[in-house]
């Protein structure tokens, strides 16, 4: 359970970030950090992390075209929570990106 302090934090974050860091929100949390932290490990050379650049473009790309998918067969949310995204993923077999 997050303490007092943590969650004060955690509001004094602007809504967009708070957003861009919630796994039900953003599907490819974990491809966007992977990224940002290869390019502080690079000293921000773009050409040593492009292949995981791609694996988050990939990423973006799979979400988006289930999101499109969901909204015209009417489901809601468009984009799955975190756990649903788990159960698509584990029956898949494989990761798709």
């Not at 921000?44 to 995981?52: A, F, L």
């Not at 998918?69 to 799955?80: A, E």
Request: proline share 8%; hydrophobic share 30%.
């Amino acid at each position: 359970f997050p303490t007092s302090a943590c969650r004060e934090k955690t509001l004094r974050m602007p809504m967009v970030t708070r957003r861009l860091r919630d796994p039900d929100i953003n599907p490819c949390l974990s491809e966007s950090d992977a990224s940002t932290r290869c390019m502080a490990e690079n000293n921000y050379d773009k050409e040593s992390c492009s292949s995981h650049f791609l694996k988050y473009k990939n990423c973006r790309k799979f979400w988006n075209s289930v999101m499109i998918q969901r909204r015209q067969n009417g489901v809601k949310p468009p984009m799955p929570t975190a756990a649903e995204r788990d159960e698509i993923l584990g029956a898949m077999g494989k990761m798709p990106y």
